[in-house]
C-alpha cells in the first residue's frame, strides 16, 4: 500500500490521495470508456453492414439457378420471391435460400427482406443498420449497391 502514499521527509508523515484527485481518474476513465464505446458500436454496426451486403450478393447465384431451371423467377413451385414480397425461404429446390435470408436477418435487426419478381427480372434488398432508412439492394440486370428503390411496380434498385 506505501506504493500509492508519498513521504514526505519534513514531516516524516505518510501522505495519501486526496478525494478530489482519486475523483479527477475516475472522470477521466470514464471518459474514456465510453469515447471508445462509441467507437466500437460504430464499427460493430459496419462489419454488420459488411455481413449484409456480403451475403445478399449471393442471391445472384441463386436466382441464375432458378432462372437456368424454370425459365424465370415466378415459375410455381420454384419462387425467388413469395407472395409477400420476401425470398421464399419455403422453395425445396433451393434451401440455400432460407440460409441467406436467414442470415441478413441475423444482422440487419430481425427485418424483412424484400423480394418482387416477375418473369425473368428480380430485385431484392434489405434494411442496412449504420443509417436509418438505408438499404442494400441486388437485381437481375447487375447490380448490387445502395440505391434501392425495389418495389412492385418497380422491379429494379435504381
Do not use: W
Request: aromatic share 8%; glycine share 8%.
Amino acid at each position: 500500500m506505501a506504493y500509492f502514499k508519498k513521504f514526505t521527509p519534513k514531516s516524516n508523515k505518510l501522505r495519501s490521495f486526496t478525494l478530489i484527485e482519486l475523483l479527477i481518474v475516475i472522470f477521466i476513465i470514464g471518459l474514456l470508456a465510453s469515447i471508445s464505446t462509441g467507437y466500437v458500436m460504430t464499427a460493430r454496426n459496419r462489419a454488420k453492414d459488411g455481413r449484409i451486403e456480403a451475403t445478399l450478393s449471393q442471391i445472384r447465384k441463386e436466382a441464375t439457378l432458378i432462372l437456368n431451371e424454370s425459365g424465370g423467377f415466378d415459375a410455381v413451385g420454384n419462387e425467388l420471391c413469395d407472395s409477400v414480397n420476401t425470398i421464399n425461404d419455403g422453395n425445396i429446390n433451393h434451401p440455400d435460400l432460407k440460409v441467406i435470408e436467414d442470415d441478413v436477418k441475423k444482422f440487419n435487426g430481425n427485418q424483412d427482406v424484400k423480394c418482387y419478381s416477375s418473369g425473368d427480372i428480380f430485385c431484392v434488398q434489405s434494411p442496412l443498420v449504420t443509417v436509418s432508412g438505408s438499404a442494400y439492394c441486388v437485381d437481375s440486370i447487375g447490380y448490387a449497391g445502395r440505391i434501392a428503390n425495389c418495389a412492385s411496380g418497380h422491379i429494379s434498385c435504381q
